[in-house]
């Protein structure tokens, strides 16, 4: 019923720039935090940035100052545009989001399927 679904994942070279989105859809009331993180192979998940729906942010220290996170409430999008890629970034980035469905009146977290990025030269 609520889905969400993220884009823009590739390779790059370090150094370089990708932009990542989320779209969330379905029978959705109203969406709280949203955040991306982050999976590297033989790793846990570990939180990249969050942003509350009034637009505070909280980055992960490895990615302060490189990466960006958005959001656009009314499409209900979130992004994440990352600069200065390095190798140690190269992970499935996983888009999360806290939301109230039309038919519930609590918030539940809810994850996208993941998309790779890969840093490499």
């Known amino acids: 019923q609520v889905q969400l679904v993220e884009s823009g994942g590739g390779s790059v070279q370090p150094g370089g720039s990708l932009r990542l989105s989320c779209a969330a859809s379905?029978?959705?009331?109203?969406?709280?935090?949203m955040g991306w993180y982050r999976q590297a192979l033989g790793d846990q998940r570990e939180l990249v940035a969050t942003?509350?729906?009034?637009?505070?942010?909280n980055y992960a220290d490895s990615i302060k100052g490189r990466f960006t996170i958005s959001r656009d409430n009314a499409k209900k999008m979130v992004y994440l545009q990352m600069n200065s890629l390095k190798p140690e970034d190269t992970a499935v980035y996983y888009c999360?989001?806290?939301?109230?469905?039309?038919?519930?009146?609590?918030?539940?977290?809810?994850w996208g399927q993941g998309t790779q990025v890969t840093v490499s030269s």
């Open positions: 999360n989001g806290m939301v109230r469905s039309t038919a519930l009146t609590q918030y539940l977290s809810y």
């Open positions: 379905g029978r959705i009331f109203s969406i709280g935090v």
């Open positions: 942003i509350t729906s009034d637009g505070r942010t």
